[in-house]
């Protein structure tokens, strides 16, 4: 069974939610699939057995015996990628699409293209089970594909290591990454807060995951810092068979745990937010 946990926005506590479900009395594999922004990797601090190079792309370099520096590179260069410094043409890495365009203009052949291999995708263990995670380097692309590849390694180590669950971090947002963690899963879980933003978001997670074949639910996290908004999403989950299975308040426990590097589960495991995560997870798992 593979449950992804995913948010139309940042901040609304998805990865505490990840790692809630991680934590609780059963061994997992937990996949991160935050790959612009990893961040469990932090709080559970996994012993590393396997580390593979993901070539996301490719990127052009000068060979400098060979630039003439007549700059023609620069003009053409539609992601203001190339410059002059200190009286040489430069590629900024970063900005750098890897187009190919300036290779194929550079009258001295002077450009090349090499593979862009500075993010990696990680393997190993964790206190509860497994982990895989992917770290995407800055500036670079193919997002999804990293995703893809963390999520299939996941099934791997969950099928040699005869562990059933998989719980899917998942990123921010309605983009290709978060199609490519939702793709294929048992259950699609959406953490919302009450804002506007986060309403306006959750109805256009709502549209992507609906083109799928999902189990859906709902969150709605610190619902009693705005309770108007949190009725708002209440009544739009009601009003469009959404199952809302949860309300979770806010709590400077959360916040302490992460300090502490625990979930809210590890470090309250008795307080009523911990207890109310449980009954969310146990009811979601119990619907197959």
């Given at each position: 069974?593979?449950?992804?946990?995913?948010?139309?926005?940042?901040?609304?506590?998805?990865?505490?939610?990840?790692?809630?479900?991680?934590?609780?009395?059963?061994?997992?594999?937990?996949?991160?699939?935050?790959?612009?922004?990893?961040?469990?990797?932090?709080?559970?601090?996994?012993?590393?057995?396997?580390?593979?190079?993901?070539?996301?792309?490719?990127?052009?370099?000068?060979?400098?015996?060979?630039?003439?520096?007549?700059?023609i590179c620069i003009d053409y260069c539609r992601f203001d990628a190339i410059s002059y410094k200190e009286y040489?043409?430069?590629?900024?890495?970063?900005?750098?699409?890897?187009?190919?365009?300036?290779?194929?203009?550079?009258?001295?052949?002077?450009?090349?293209?090499?593979?862009?291999?500075?993010?990696?995708?990680?393997?190993?263990?964790?206190?509860?089970?497994?982990?895989?995670?992917?770290?995407?380097?800055?500036?670079?692309?193919?997002?999804?594909?990293?995703?893809?590849?963390?999520?299939?390694k996941a099934r791997e180590i969950a099928k040699a290591n005869h562990l059933d669950t998989i719980i899917i971090?998942?990123?921010?947002?309605?983009?290709?990454?978060?199609?490519?963690?939702?793709?294929?899963?048992?259950?699609?879980?959406?953490?919302?807060?009450?804002?506007?933003?986060?309403?306006?978001?959750?109805?256009?997670?709502?549209?992507?995951?609906?083109?799928?074949?999902?189990?859906?639910?709902?969150?709605?996290?610190?619902?009693?810092?705005?309770?108007?908004?949190?009725?708002?999403?209440?009544?739009?989950?009601?009003?469009?068979?959404?199952?809302?299975?949860?309300?979770?308040?806010?709590?400077?426990?959360?916040?302490?745990?992460?300090?502490?590097?625990?979930?809210?589960?590890?470090?309250?495991?008795?307080?009523?937010?911990?207890?109310?995560?449980?009954?969310?997870?146990?009811?979601?798992?119990?619907?197959?």
């Open positions: 069974m593979e449950i992804a946990v995913i948010s139309g926005k940042g901040g609304t506590g998805k990865s505490c939610f990840s790692a809630a479900f991680a934590t609780l009395k059963h061994k997992v594999v937990l996949a991160d699939c935050d790959v612009d922004a990893a961040n469990l990797f932090i709080l559970f601090n996994p012993e590393i057995i396997e580390e593979k190079i993901y070539i996301s792309g490719q990127k052009a370099i000068i060979n400098q015996s060979k630039c003439t520096r007549c700059g040489q043409v430069v590629i900024n890495e970063t900005s750098c699409d890897g187009c190919k365009l300036c290779t194929r203009i550079c009258p001295s052949m002077a450009i090349d293209l090499i593979n862009s291999d500075k993010s990696k995708m990680f393997s190993g263990n964790f206190r509860n089970g497994k982990m895989v995670y992917g770290r995407l380097a800055p500036g670079e692309e193919n997002s999804g594909k990293l995703v893809s590849l963390v999520r299939e971090d998942g990123p921010p947002g309605i983009g290709c990454s978060v199609i490519s963690s939702l793709t294929g899963v048992n259950h699609a879980v959406i953490i919302s807060e009450p804002s506007l933003s986060g309403l306006s978001d959750l109805k256009r997670t709502l549209e992507i995951v609906s083109k799928f074949n999902i189990k859906t639910w709902v969150i709605i996290n610190k619902y009693d810092l705005n309770k108007d908004v949190a009725n708002d999403i209440f009544n739009y989950c009601h009003d469009n068979n959404i199952i809302l299975v949860g309300k979770i308040p806010f709590s400077s426990d959360i916040v302490t745990a992460m300090v502490h590097c625990q979930s809210i589960i590890e470090y309250a495991p008795y307080s009523n937010i911990a207890l109310e995560i449980e009954r969310i997870y146990n009811m979601i798992i119990d619907e197959q």
